[in-house]
């Protein structure tokens, strides 16, 4: 259980650093800071890490169980379709709602940088559970 929770924390982890390298790209290239309103951001942030907390389940969820039958296909099926659903509402509000919340600028190092660390604590842990794994193999 513990391996498991911990490898839905490196796929959340990959997932949200991902995110924030590929939104933080473009103020990178264009080296113009971002300006951000506090509610989209809120609510952007909350739709990618359940749309990640879901699709990690549902990994874990299909790796436990190695047979697969029509229910199960019909499941998966229906979770991608939530996950889609999830994933294009939150570009709906990151594209479409009109801003709301306090305005604020980041520097434009800061998205790219967040990105990097959060791909940085998810390849950590990956090594780190890889490490406990071939230790306790040789017990």
């Given at each position: 259980?513990?391996?498991?929770?911990?490898?839905?924390?490196?796929?959340?982890?990959?997932?949200?650093?991902?995110?924030?390298?590929?939104?933080?790209?473009?103020?990178?290239?264009?080296?113009?800071?971002?300006?951000?309103?506090f509610g989209?951001?809120?609510?952007?942030?909350?739709?990618?890490?359940?749309?990640?907390?879901?699709?990690?389940?549902?990994?874990?969820?299909?790796?436990?169980?190695?047979?697969?039958?029509?229910?199960?296909?019909?499941?998966?099926?229906?979770?991608?379709?939530?996950?889609?659903?999830?994933?294009?509402?939150?570009s709906v509000?990151?594209?479409?709602?009109?801003?709301?919340?306090?305005?604020?600028?980041?520097?434009?190092?800061?998205?790219?940088?967040?990105?990097c660390f959060?791909?940085?604590?998810?390849?950590?842990?990956?090594?780190?559970?890889?490490?406990?794994?071939?230790?306790?193999?040789?017990?």
């Amino acid at each position: 259980m513990k391996e498991q929770r911990e490898y839905i924390l490196e796929i959340v982890l990959t997932l949200i650093g991902w995110y924030f390298v590929l939104f933080g790209m473009k103020p990178f290239i264009q080296q113009q800071d971002l300006t951000l309103h506090f509610g989209n951001a809120i609510l952007a942030f909350l739709l990618l890490l359940g749309s990640g907390l879901i699709i990690s389940y549902f990994v874990a969820l299909f790796m436990k169980n190695d047979k697969v039958d029509d229910k199960k296909r019909k499941q998966m099926g229906i979770l991608t379709g939530l996950i889609g659903g999830t994933l294009l509402l939150l570009s709906v509000v990151s594209v479409f709602i009109t801003p709301f919340g306090q305005a604020f600028e980041l520097s434009h190092y800061t998205l790219f940088g967040v990105g990097c660390f959060f791909l940085l604590a998810s390849y950590l842990l990956k090594k780190m559970r890889m490490a406990s794994s071939k230790d306790n193999r040789k017990l």
